[in-house]
Each structure stands twice: as structure tokens, then as C-alpha cells.
């Protein structure tokens, strides 16, 4: 029981802390849209052409 707690509190120091604001989110989950859309994109019309 206290090996684990001991883990525990170790794993929470050493654990980055995520600093995170809507700005900085919005940003990210844009940035990811504009960086997967066009191959998003490609394989779509790749899968809609391909008859099977």
C-alpha cells in the first residue's frame, strides 16, 4: 500500500502539468484540420471512385 502511494506521488511530480486555454486549443484542432484535410480529402475521393 504505501510502495503504491509512493509511485503515485512520484509519477505526479515527474507528470508535466498541460496548460491549456480554448485559444490554445481551438488553434491546435485547426491546425490539425488544415494538416490531415487535403489527404482526408484524397483518400475520400480515392475510396468513392473505386468501385468494389
Known amino acids: ?3 503504491s ?3 503515485f506521488i512520484f ?6 502539468s498541460i496548460l491549456a486555454s480554448a485559444k490554445s486549443d481551438y488553434d491546435f484542432q485547426y491546425g490539425q ?3 490531415y484535410y487535403p489527404e482526408y480529402r484524397l483518400l ?3 475510396y468513392l471512385n473505386t468501385s468494389s
Open 1 to 3: 500500500m504505501k510502495l
Open 5 to 7: 502511494i509512493v509511485i
Open 11 to 16: 509519477a505526479i511530480f515527474f507528470a508535466p
Open 33 to 35: 484540420y488544415r494538416q
Open 44 to 46: 475520400k475521393a480515392d
